[in-house]
């Protein structure tokens, strides 16, 4: 119904339209007809062609000069201008007239061109501007789940933090729980063993040594855990030697070294940022590892190594060892994960744990590549100084 009124509405303007040129025409025909001044009055027609830009049809102004100029002719055969003045005045009046109908035309065709351009551009720039505040709507919107996003994130990082320091109060204060009954335990079976390991039988000996040992080894476990709880706490990071850091360790394990007849070659190490205490907590876990699994009747020999990129440093701890299997890479990080019989090979399996956490803890990460029975590399990403 809308549809049928506007082209109602478009045939009752186009139709006054045409009127009017119509009308304008025919007064300055009938003017014509009756002036002797043809340049003058033919020139008028020029309001015609001017007046037919708003004529619907892409060849309106041709149409209206066709006719303009066919009713110049007529007029000047009608009032006889050729006939009764034999001066080339005349007949270069009916040709100026025309030339005037003409360029008014070409002018015409020039400015529709012209406005047809800046429409063009126009719309464009209207569509490129509906795009754009499209486009500016949909990164609103974005915004905004990204700010809900971050809102999110910044309260869910508050309540992992106060969890954290929860699960730190509580295995530190579990730790220190659990230490005074094995303390106790310990001392009792001390005691029952110094004033009455002799009168027990083979057997009963072979019970009290057993929890003699898991006395000892729940100890050490529950020192580790805590010990692991309290890295990263009031730490704080400077710049580290590593390649000093380093030959102080190799001192430290001096007299280890020449137990088994083993070796560390180390090679040069950069200077990077971190906490110090944490750090040779770190490599002397990786070197004491390459020492501890070492293949039977083989002098270990453990390197490290490191290379800079532009992000971090790249460290490297081989050894030639035992290895590991390529489906134990990621359980030997956690914590009280073991590979082998502690009969075989003592130890919490806290060592790699401690490890994990310290390169965490410095932005970094620690992966292994290993095959069993060539040896192991652990390699673990730590910060450069820029």
Same mark, same amino acid.
């Given at each position: 119904?809308? $549809?049928?009124?506007?082209? /109602?509405?478009?045939?009752? @303007?186009?139709?006054?339209?045409?009127?009017?040129?119509? &009308?304008?025409?025919?007064?300055?025909?009938?003017?014509?007809?009756?002036?002797?001044?043809?340049?003058?009055?033919?020139?008028?027609?020029?309001?015609?062609?001017?007046?037919?830009?708003? +004529?619907?049809?892409?060849?309106?102004?041709?149409?209206?000069?066709?006719?303009?100029?066919?009713?110049?002719?007529?007029?000047?055969?009608?009032?006889? @201008?050729?006939?009764?003045?034999?001066?080339?005045? /005349?007949?270069?009046?009916?040709?100026?007239?025309?030339?005037?109908?003409?360029?008014?035309?070409?002018?015409?065709?020039?400015?529709?061109?012209?406005?047809?351009?800046?429409?063009?551009?126009?719309?464009?720039?209207?569509?490129? /501007?509906?795009?754009?505040?499209?486009?500016?709507?949909?990164?609103?919107? @974005?915004?905004?789940?990204?700010?809900?996003? =971050?809102?999110? +994130?910044?309260?869910?990082?508050?309540?992992?933090?106060?969890?954290?320091?929860? &699960?730190?109060?509580?295995? /530190?204060?579990?730790?220190?729980? &659990?230490?005074? %009954?094995?303390?106790?335990?310990?001392?009792?079976?001390?005691?029952?063993?110094?004033?009455?390991?002799?009168?027990?039988?083979?057997?009963?000996?072979?019970?009290?040594?057993?929890?003699?040992?898991?006395? #000892?080894?729940?100890?050490?476990?529950? #020192?580790?855990?805590?010990?692991?709880?309290?890295?990263?706490?009031?730490?704080?990071?400077?710049?580290?030697?590593?390649?000093?850091?380093?030959?102080?360790?190799? +001192?430290? !394990?001096?007299?280890?070294?020449?137990?088994?007849?083993?070796?560390?070659?180390?090679?040069?190490?950069?200077?990077?940022?971190?906490?110090? $205490?944490?750090?040779?907590?770190? !490599?002397?876990?990786?070197?004491?590892?390459? &020492?501890?699994?070492?293949?039977?009747?083989?002098? %270990?020999?453990?390197?490290?190594?490191?290379?800079?990129?532009?992000?971090?440093?790249?460290?490297?701890?081989?050894?030639?060892?035992? *290895?590991?299997?390529?489906?134990?890479?990621? =359980?030997?990080?956690?914590?009280?994960?073991?590979?082998?019989?502690?009969?075989?090979?003592?130890?919490?399996?806290? *060592?790699?744990?401690?490890?994990?956490?310290?390169?965490?803890?410095?932005?970094?990460?620690?992966?292994?590549?290993?095959? =069993?029975?060539? *040896?192991?590399?652990?390699? !673990?990403?730590?910060?450069?100084?820029?």
């Amino acid at each position: 119904m809308m $549809v049928t009124q506007r082209q /109602s509405m478009m045939l009752f @303007q186009n139709a006054v339209l045409i009127f009017m040129a119509v &009308l304008i025409t025919s007064v300055i025909f009938a003017v014509d007809l009756n002036t002797d001044s043809t340049v003058a009055v033919a020139s008028m027609y020029a309001i015609v062609i001017l007046y037919s830009w708003l +004529l619907p049809g892409k060849y309106a102004s041709i149409y209206a000069a066709a006719i303009c100029s066919l009713l110049t002719i007529i007029s000047v055969v009608q009032t006889q @201008q050729m006939s009764t003045n034999q001066s080339n005045l /005349s007949g270069m009046n009916m040709v100026i007239s025309l030339v005037v109908i003409w360029t008014c035309v070409t002018l015409v065709f020039i400015a529709k061109s012209s406005f047809s351009s800046l429409e063009g551009i126009n719309n464009q720039l209207s569509d490129s /501007s509906a795009a754009l505040f499209e486009k500016v709507k949909e990164l609103d919107i @974005q915004q905004q789940k990204l700010s809900e996003n =971050k809102i999110q +994130l910044e309260n869910l990082n508050e309540d992992l933090l106060l969890k954290n320091r929860e &699960l730190e109060r509580f295995t /530190s204060i579990a730790s220190h729980d &659990l230490q005074e %009954p094995l303390r106790t335990i310990g001392n009792m079976t001390h005691l029952i063993s110094k004033k009455h390991y002799t009168k027990f039988d083979e057997q009963g000996k072979k019970m009290l040594d057993y929890v003699t040992t898991a006395t #000892k080894r729940m100890t050490v476990m529950i #020192k580790g855990l805590l010990e692991f709880s309290r890295i990263g706490n009031k730490r704080e990071t400077q710049q580290v030697d590593c390649q000093e850091l380093l030959n102080n360790i190799v +001192l430290d !394990f001096d007299s280890a070294l020449k137990s088994v007849n083993g070796k560390i070659s180390i090679k040069d190490l950069p200077h990077i940022r971190g906490n110090p $205490v944490e750090l040779r907590m770190l !490599f002397q876990n990786l070197i004491s590892n390459g &020492l501890k699994f070492k293949k039977p009747d083989t002098s %270990p020999l453990i390197e490290v190594s490191a290379i800079e990129n532009k992000v971090n440093v790249e460290f490297c701890v081989k050894d030639n060892g035992i *290895g590991i299997d390529e489906v134990d890479y990621e =359980k030997i990080f956690f914590i009280f994960q073991r590979l082998n019989p502690t009969e075989e090979y003592e130890g919490t399996g806290l *060592g790699l744990a401690y490890c994990r956490k310290i390169v965490e803890q410095h932005g970094g990460k620690i992966w292994i590549t290993s095959k =069993k029975g060539v *040896g192991s590399s652990f390699h !673990f990403t730590l910060e450069k100084i820029t």
